[in-house]
């Protein structure tokens, strides 16, 4: 089975406190990993798709890169508005266009 | 910048009543899909329609589900009786191509009550 393994599930920081979220992933076959960063009652909203190991993306103060078995989503001195639910989820060989979603990190940025 | 704008907001229904969940995706997307998230719980998948056709659907999307396309921008999702445990958001996405980004509207918090 599919399985997309989010570390920690909270995480709190100061504001300036650089840090990495972890995504694990066991999957058949990896045909790309997205990452989302969702507000309390909102939806998600997109913010990097990585398709092969070694590939990163950057915006801002985030950067996510990808290994075989896991993708980091990296903050660089983070601020209080990038307090959110960060979601990273798996676009499966053989499952069309259906995403397997982690349950997320929580992460809070204190001033 | 175009999203995908899902109504309602919030909606409360009894409990066996149908309910419709609407949702316009951006405009020159052509995969569109119904995501769920149960309180505290990861983000499910649905369904995802293309070319006016169901292309993939879950285990939790048994027959008391439906989607329709009406006409060209609308996407509806319908729940024929509501039980207690499809209390969720309900979340549709839109995406250019398959296997690539799929946008989210800001979703339908459905309450059975």
């Known amino acids: 089975e599919d399985q997309v393994t989010q570390s920690p599930e909270a995480l709190r920081l100061q504001e300036g406190e650089s840090s990495s979220l972890n995504c694990s992933y066991t999957?058949?076959?990896?045909?790309?990993l997205f990452w989302y960063r969702q507000d309390p009652g909102k939806g998600p909203e997109f913010l990097f798709t990585?398709?092969?190991a070694g590939e990163e993306k950057e915006k801002e103060r985030l950067k996510a890169t990808l290994t075989k078995k896991e993708s980091f989503l990296h903050i660089t001195a983070p601020k209080p508005e990038d307090s959110a639910t960060y979601l990273c989820a798996a676009l499966v060989e053989g499952s069309g266009s259906r995403l397997t979603f982690g349950e997320g990190t929580q992460l809070t940025v204190n001033p | 910048e175009p999203e995908v704008t899902q109504t309602p907001s919030h909606q409360v229904t009894q409990m066996g009543q149908e309910v419709i969940l609407r949702c316009v995706p951006i405009s020159n997307h052509l995969y569109f899909y119904w995501y769920r998230q149960i309180l505290g719980q990861k983000v499910e998948f649905l369904v995802s329609?293309?070319?006016?056709?169901?292309?993939?659907k879950s285990e939790i999307f048994d027959d008391q589900f439906s989607v329709e396309r009406p006409d060209g921008s609308n996407f509806t999702l319908k729940i024929r009786s509501t039980k207690l445990e499809d209390s969720a958001m309900y979340f549709c996405?839109?995406?250019?191509?398959?296997?690539?980004?799929?946008?989210f509207g800001q979703g339908t918090r459905l309450t059975v009550v």
């Open positions: 329609f293309y070319n006016n056709e169901i292309s993939e």
């Open positions: 996405a839109s995406g250019r191509r398959v296997g690539t980004e799929a946008f």
């Open positions: 999957v058949s076959g990896l045909r790309g």
């Open positions: 990585l398709y092969s």
